[in-house]
């Protein structure tokens, strides 16, 4: 029997798309969550071990148990605020836990690891779109976690010959197209699923912080990524590793940037709903404009988007807003 994929974070957003696609290609796949904050009803079809990667003995008997052929992990702390306020949840969460998960790795045998990582690793950008050589100057203790951790996989990876790809997200977006699966965070910050939360009535407004960026209309431009191309991405990479591939890092985003307010109008015209509009003040450590170059990836991996288009991502979206709202909470 083939060896399994661990799917670490399997129960939360992108982890449970991962899971489900992993499933769909034929791959056997395990899931260790904590469930701090993923649902045990997004794990699709495989075991869920519930704990904390932090905890050594924990990590030990799982991977003793599964014996994993490569780890994917997921499972981060991603709000940008709160690591401002309480850095040492990230540090401990995001860097301190990895670790834990990459010694008890080392001392199973296992050497093959796809880490989710962030565009927030680059702070506020020298030039866009940006590539992978572009400067790491993480502006928040969120960005500097993922990037601590990328630079312990390039530790380990001539140390110990652990090979990890690490997959830097710009803005992921949208929902599983058959609708088993979507985005539904708490507190919710991402601006897709606060717009179509007012869509379906279930807030008042949306706040747009700032319209007085340096762009065409005063507002943040963002490069949006649908979650079931991200996951195309990972599972091409895992493909890599698998095959003998060495260590990589990839910017993952379409290059097509949407403002605030575009985003908005888009999501007007797919949900008919007005989408009432309220203007904040600026957040602090939000760049004017973030959009990927993602060349690398679509020329070493293969990787070609599918669902690029923004009101496809919206529709999607969209579909599971209506849908699955109940499981908000």
Same mark, same amino acid.
């Given at each position: 029997?083939?060896?399994?994929?661990?799917?670490?974070?399997?129960? %939360?957003?992108?982890?449970?798309?991962?899971? *489900?696609?992993?499933?769909?290609?034929?791959?056997?796949?395990?899931?260790?969550?904590?469930?701090?904050?993923?649902?045990?009803?997004?794990?699709?079809?495989?075991?869920?071990?519930?704990?904390?990667?932090?905890?050594?003995?924990?990590?030990?008997?799982?991977?003793?148990?599964?014996?994993?052929?490569?780890?994917?992990?997921?499972?981060?702390?991603?709000?940008?605020?709160?690591?401002?306020?309480?850095?040492?949840? &990230?540090?401990?969460?995001?860097?301190?836990?990895?670790?834990?998960?990459?010694?008890?790795?080392?001392?199973?045998?296992?050497?093959?690891?796809?880490?989710?990582?962030?565009?927030?690793?680059?702070?506020?950008?020298?030039?866009?779109?940006?590539?992978?050589?572009?400067? *790491?100057?993480?502006?928040?203790? &969120?960005?500097?976690?993922?990037?601590?951790?990328?630079?312990?996989?390039?530790?380990?990876?001539?140390?110990?010959?652990?090979?990890?790809?690490?997959?830097?997200?710009?803005?992921?977006?949208?929902?599983?197209?058959? %609708?088993?699966?979507?985005?539904?965070?708490?507190?919710?910050?991402?601006?897709?699923?606060?717009?179509?939360?007012?869509?379906?009535?279930?807030?008042?407004?949306?706040?747009?912080?700032?319209?007085?960026?340096?762009?065409?209309?005063?507002?943040?431009?963002?490069?949006?990524?649908?979650?079931?191309?991200?996951?195309?991405?990972?599972?091409?990479?895992?493909?890599?590793?698998?095959?003998?591939?060495?260590?990589?890092? &990839?910017?993952?985003?379409?290059?097509? %940037?949407?403002?605030?307010?575009?985003?908005?109008?888009?999501?007007?015209?797919?949900?008919?709903?007005?989408?009432?509009?309220?203007?904040?003040?600026?957040?602090?450590?939000?760049?004017?404009?973030?959009?990927?170059?993602?060349?690398?990836?679509?020329?070493?991996?293969?990787?070609?988007?599918?669902?690029?288009?923004?009101?496809?991502?919206?529709?999607?979206?969209?579909?599971?807003?209506?849908?699955?709202?109940?499981?908000?909470?």
């Amino acid at each position: 029997m083939t060896a399994p994929i661990l799917v670490v974070g399997g129960a %939360g957003y992108i982890g449970a798309h991962m899971v *489900k696609q992993l499933r769909r290609e034929g791959f056997a796949v395990a899931v260790a969550d904590d469930l701090s904050s993923g649902r045990r009803e997004a794990v699709l079809g495989a075991p869920l071990h519930v704990g904390d990667i932090g905890d050594a003995a924990f990590v030990d008997r799982l991977l003793q148990e599964v014996r994993p052929a490569a780890v994917m992990h997921f499972a981060s702390f991603i709000q940008v605020g709160e690591s401002v306020a309480d850095p040492a949840k &990230y540090y401990r969460n995001n860097v301190a836990a990895t670790l834990v998960l990459l010694e008890a790795m080392r001392a199973h045998g296992v050497t093959r690891f796809i880490f989710s990582s962030t565009a927030a690793i680059f702070g506020d950008p020298q030039y866009t779109p940006i590539d992978e050589a572009h400067p *790491k100057a993480p502006i928040n203790p &969120y960005g500097r976690s993922k990037w601590f951790v990328e630079q312990m996989l390039e530790d380990f990876d001539r140390a110990y010959g652990l090979k990890s790809v690490c997959l830097r997200y710009f803005n992921a977006a949208g929902a599983d197209p058959e %609708g088993a699966l979507g985005e539904c965070h708490e507190p919710e910050t991402h601006l897709i699923p606060l717009i179509l939360q007012v869509a379906s009535g279930r807030r008042p407004h949306i706040t747009v912080y700032g319209e007085d960026y340096p762009t065409a209309d005063g507002t943040c431009i963002r490069d949006y990524i649908h979650v079931e191309d991200l996951c195309q991405a990972h599972l091409l990479a895992l493909r890599q590793l698998l095959a003998g591939g060495e260590r990589a890092r &990839y910017n993952l985003g379409n290059g097509n %940037g949407y403002s605030v307010r575009e985003v908005i109008e888009a999501a007007r015209r797919v949900t008919g709903h007005p989408i009432p509009v309220q203007v904040g003040a600026r957040r602090a450590g939000d760049p004017p404009v973030l959009v990927a170059d993602a060349s690398a990836a679509r020329r070493v991996l293969g990787w070609q988007p599918r669902h690029a288009d923004l009101e496809r991502i919206l529709a999607d979206a969209w579909a599971w807003e209506r849908q699955h709202a109940k499981w908000s909470r």
